[in-house]
């Protein structure tokens, strides 16, 4: 069964299997007790900056740098803060880089700089170490985000439950998908480039890890601080791979919530959900720092009473423009059960299209609406085609963005929009789903809940039940049975190579290394040539 890690006494971290801290140790001749102290602060520091097959993703766009703020490290770490930080970066073997900048990315601390591991040390392969209770009541107390991440694993604990009550595993065919998909990509590689064929590699060696990692039961579900998301080696699958997860020998269905996102954004501009303090669908509920931030600053007026009678149906209406209204309005009160892509497509474009230059449009579209909701590049947002097309359909709503990220800020605004959606999809719908079947596995990956086939209709029923009563429209819903096909979809090919193809030299390969793995580099090449010889033999 799998391994579930739900600490109240202590806490689990991940340490690189790269470094010798024992060793390390050792060499500064200190007493046995003080050298237990060492190791266990410099493992602690290492799994703040180890980048991981699992969260690889989380610091990217900082070049997997980890921001460290060195204030609240001190007071965890205590008086050897420095000299730990000094090992760890010595000039003949460094096991830990700095970027060196204390403003590389929006939102965080002035006093915080980035660190990763070295590339030598930058494996990917980790092992579990327990910090005593002692130093994991420390961590909390100084890093409030680790705190609100058990919280909310406790919290979410009859979803944790699901990998311990049921037996997942994967379908040895996965590998013949794996192998096709590798197969076809090294093929696209330009003059045997050798930085593209790393990354080609690294991707498949981290999908093997990740099957690996179903194999083995490890799929350490928690939920994270920050936005409320359940994470797992499952819910960090590509779409390409789920189809082939089985749970006690039987495949899994998704009910998925469409354009759930600027679904959910049509209430959150309601003033209610600003104002209202009752529990419920609203900010104080779902983000209450945020909420106490905007009434501190005088943002926001609570409001007990179920209406705003008077006044605009939005936050902030009072700097909007008649037509803009209009158009928030309008969005407020879209059919979301149709396909809210192809709308705005149709309202954007004026010139008839066919049907296939609409599923072109419409995908390139559909693609950049995260950019549109939280991008706070102004050049990007001024310029980009998608989102010069979403202001000319609703202009008022593209202006309470841009709003949004100015006083809400970019980040905040993000996880409160995820926050949303763990609220109403894990918060609600699962939990009355299980509830109701106690003995039916459930699981989840952000705006999609996985389960069988016949119990697909009533977790839709309860989904828009749910969406109704606390958004006020109904949602659009998709059931999709499981993709087994062992040849890949060619779009999702064309996708990941749009990726590798941009990564052709040197400098291009330093911006994106923190997140390539010569572990997964060896595991993926290993495979590929493995099953080409296979292939060859049988031919």
């Given at each position: ?15 690189p ?26 493992n ?28 609240k ?44 591991l070295?590339s ?47 037996q ?8 013949e ?71 006690n ?98 309202e ?27 991008s ?8 980009d ?61 952000h ?6 086939k ?6 839709a ?20 049975p ?58």
């Amino acid at each position: 069964m799998t391994q579930v890690i739900i600490k109240t006494k202590s806490m689990t971290i991940v340490i690189p299997t790269s470094v010798d801290v024992k060793a390390m140790v050792a060499g500064l001749n200190v007493s046995p007790t003080k050298a237990k102290g060492f190791e266990m602060r410099i493992n602690y520091f290492l799994s703040q900056v180890m980048t991981t097959n699992e969260n690889w993703k989380l610091n990217k766009e900082n070049n997997f740098y980890r921001n460290i703020c060195s204030e609240k490290m001190k007071q965890i770490i205590g008086d050897d803060y420095y000299k730990i930080l000094g090992l760890l970066t010595n000039k003949f073997d460094p096991i830990v880089e700095c970027d060196e900048s204390y403003s590389n990315i929006d939102g965080i601390e002035p006093k915080c700089k980035g660190y990763r591991l070295t590339s030598r040390y930058n494996t990917g392969n980790y092992i579990y170490r327990q910090l005593p209770a002692k130093f994991a009541t420390k961590v909390l107390k100084y890093l409030p985000e680790d705190a609100e991440s058990l919280k909310m694993t406790k919290h979410y604990s009859f979803l944790i439950e699901q990998y311990q009550k049921h037996q997942m595993s994967i379908n040895s065919s996965v590998y013949e998908y794996i192998s096709n998909f590798g197969k076809v990509l090294v093929q696209r590689v330009e003059n045997e480039n050798s930085y593209q064929k790393q990354l080609i590699y690294n991707l498949i060696g981290r999908w093997l890890f990740d099957v690996q990692k179903i194999k083995d039961g490890d799929f350490n579900p928690k939920v994270a601080g920050s936005n409320h998301r359940l994470n797992s080696v499952f819910t960090n699958l590509p779409k390409g791979l789920r189809g082939f997860v089985e749970c006690n020998g039987k495949s899994f269905y998704s009910v998925d919530v469409s354009a759930s996102q600027p679904y959910i954004l049509s209430k959150v501009l309601d003033v209610l959900f600003f104002e209202s303090i009752g529990y419920g669908f609203n900010l104080c509920t779902i983000f209450g720092d945020v909420f106490y931030k905007l009434q501190n600053n005088g943002l926001i007026r609570p409001n007990i009473l179920s209406s705003c009678s008077g006044r605009y149906p939005f936050m902030w209406g009072e700097f909007f423009f008649p037509n803009e209204v209009k158009s928030i309005i309008e969005f407020q009160g879209l059919p979301f059960s149709k396909d809210f892509y192809r709308y705005v497509i149709s309202e954007g474009i004026s010139n008839p299209l066919t049907d296939d230059d609409l599923l072109i449009k419409r995908k390139e579209f559909k693609d950049k609406m995260m950019y549109i909701l939280f991008s706070d590049k102004k050049g990007f947002r001024r310029f980009d085609d998608q989102i010069k097309m979403f202001t000319k359909v609703f202009c008022g709503v593209n202006k309470w963005i841009e709003l949004s990220h100015q006083v809400i800020g970019k980040s905040d605004f993000s996880l409160l929009m995820q926050r949303c959606e763990s609220w109403l999809l894990l918060n609600n719908v699962s939990r009355e789903f299980l509830n109701l079947n106690p003995e039916i596995p459930l699981f989840s990956i952000h705006d999609g809940l996985f389960t069988f086939k016949e119990y697909t209709q009533d977790l839709a029923g309860l989904i828009q039940k749910t969406c109704c009563e606390y958004i006020g429209v109904e949602p659009g819903l998709k059931i999709e049975p499981p993709k087994t096909e062992i040849f890949p979809n060619m779009q999702e090919v064309e996708d990941e190579w749009l990726v590798i193809k941009r990564i052709n030299s040197k400098e291009q390969f330093e911006k994106i290394k923190g997140g390539v793995f010569m572990a997964n580099i060896e595991r993926g090449k290993g495979f590929i040539e493995s099953y080409n010889s296979q292939f060859r033999v049988a031919a």
